[in-house]
């Protein structure tokens, strides 16, 4: 097997056209370029250089098989540095799933910096529901999916890793009859991206008495919300930058009724190692969500973010 070393000795010869200054610019012994000079020509079965008292010169098939050794090199040495820009994460590509309401809040925290510090490093980024992502962990056209927690299917062995919590928030929109305190709650519809969490919108069916449309569209939600009298049932930390506009506004959980979180959690094969990518991911995804909770509980909000004045429950 013709080796890289030896041709890179190859085409510093050729440059120099002297066994003293190509040895001298390689580092190496005057005696072992001669050697590997020639263990090239014998294996090649080709005569490379000639040789005289003036020094050497290349044949024409010295100077074919030159050409072919310095565009080897070229090609070795892209690849070479491929492979530490990859390995340092400048380059390559990631596929993962994650569902609409945790992608709200993770992607535009996480994403731009890594955008800003590796532009070539490719992320194709699917959301749907967990259902599906869970289809597309299965056929292997993502790495790893993010999403609340699920019950999988008993068909693979998943790795499934906790991220973090995020609260379960009741929102509406500035000047919403809820905001006033004790006013009537029947009759409000309740807005969802998914029926997931089946149990939490039966219990609020009950108090504000409306049916539950579900849109798995986040700006639809927003909008919807905004325009009308409906109750989102979403997380305060997909939606600060509106409640900090006064667009939106958070209601407190109805008495009696404990504050809900739920859990979000990281899916991936069991037998498949995380890429280097998707452990930074995983991280960077954990980071951001201690941030916001430590951010929650510096403005007395845990749970409760610029909560208003209690639901009161209507009379029986």
């Known amino acids: 097997m013709i080796e890289l070393r030896r041709l890179r000795y190859l085409v510093t010869l050729a440059m120099r056209l002297s066994y003293s200054r190509a040895a001298e610019e390689l580092g190496i012994s005057q005696s072992a370029l001669t050697r590997a000079i020639q263990s090239l020509e014998k294996e090649m079965n080709l005569r490379l250089f000639d040789r005289d ?67 070539d490093f490719v992320h194709d980024v699917m959301v749907r529901e967990t259902e599906a992502l869970w289809h597309q962990l299965v056929a292997r056209d993502i790495e790893f999916f993010v999403s609340a927690e699920w019950q999988m299917p008993h068909v693979l062995p998943v790795r499934i890793e906790a991220l973090g919590e995020f609260p379960i928030s009741l929102i509406v929109r500035a000047g919403h009859p809820l905001l006033a305190g004790n006013v009537e709650t029947a009759g409000f519809p309740l807005l969802a991206p998914t029926l997931g969490s089946t149990t939490v919108l039966s219990e609020l069916r009950k108090i504000f008495g409306g049916d539950v449309h579900v849109f798995e569209d986040f700006a639809s939600l927003s909008a919807i919300t905004q325009a009308t009298d409906a109750i989102w049932a979403t997380s305060a930390y997909t939606v600060a930058a509106e409640l900090a506009a006064g667009g939106l506004r958070q209601l407190a959980w109805p008495p009696g009724m404990p504050a809900r979180t739920f859990s979000v959690m990281m899916y991936s094969l069991d037998r498949r190692a995380h890429s280097p990518a998707a452990l930074e991911l995983k991280q960077a995804f954990r980071q951001q969500i201690r941030k916001l909770q430590q951010g929650a509980r510096d403005a007395s909000y845990d749970n409760s973010l610029a909560a208003d004045e209690p639901v009161q429950r209507k009379p029986s």
């Open 53 to 119: 008292p003036a020094g050497v010169t290349l044949t024409e098939e010295g100077r074919r098989v030159v050409e072919k050794a310095e565009a080897l090199l070229a090609t070795a040495k892209d690849f070479e540095l491929q492979v530490l820009r990859t390995s340092g994460r400048a380059e390559g590509r990631i596929s993962f799933g994650i569902t609409p309401i945790i992608a709200t809040t993770l992607l535009t925290a996480v994403i731009p910096q890594r955008l800003r510090s590796a532009p």
